[in-house]
């Protein structure tokens, strides 16, 4: 069965939570910026920005404005909606 297309930031989002989910960055850590993600994952801003809304919603991160966005869960411990 092949897979169906998927929206890149959802890819992101999925690397992103895959590395995670590897203790990279662990719980409490915190993500790299935004514009440094797009140089990392080769990606438009708009793209990183939708994977970090992606995550939050997950309940995977948390963001706090001027401060960055931190790891508050693991995708095995997550409960959907727990991010800021």
């Known amino acids: 069965m092949t897979e169906l297309p998927q929206y890149e930031y959802v890819k992101l989002a999925n690397l992103i939570a895959a590395e995670i989910s590897e203790g990279r960055p662990p719980v409490g850590g915190r993500l790299p910026g935004e514009r440094e993600m797009t140089e990392i ?3 438009s801003l708009g793209t ?3 994977a970090v809304r992606e995550l939050r919603e997950r309940g995977l991160v948390a963001t706090l404005p001027i401060k960055g966005t931190y790891v508050i869960a ?3 411990t997550a409960e959907p ?3 800021a």
């Open 41 to 43: 994952y080769s990606v």
């Open 74 to 76: 693991t995708p095995d």
């Open 48 to 50: 990183v920005r939708r």
């Open 81 to 83: 909606g727990d991010g």
